[in-house]
């Protein structure tokens, strides 16, 4: 039987669907941290995110 849920608690459908997403979910989790490839700081992903949205106003303004 596929329980339906309520829309103000998940934004998922079906009790089926949010067991198939928390098993997709802990996958992932689980294959970030077998990576062994270095983790990047925080810090450095928002800066160089900062400077790419920057970029793209510079030259949105340009135009």
Same mark, same amino acid.
């Given at each position: 039987?596929d ?7 998940s ?5 089926? *669907?949010?067991?198939?997403?928390d098993?997709?979910?802990?996958a $992932?989790?689980? %294959?970030?941290? =077998?990576?062994? *490839? ?9 800066a $160089?995110?900062? %400077?790419?949205? =920057? ?9």
């Open positions: 039987m329980k339906r849920l309520d829309p103000l608690i934004e998922l459908d079906s009790l089926e *669907e949010a067991e198939l997403y098993a997709w979910f802990r $992932e989790v689980e %294959a970030s941290l =077998a990576d062994p *490839e270095p983790s990047i700081p925080n810090d450095q992903v928002f $160089e995110m900062d %400077a790419l949205v =920057a970029a793209k106003r510079k030259a949105r303004n340009a135009r």
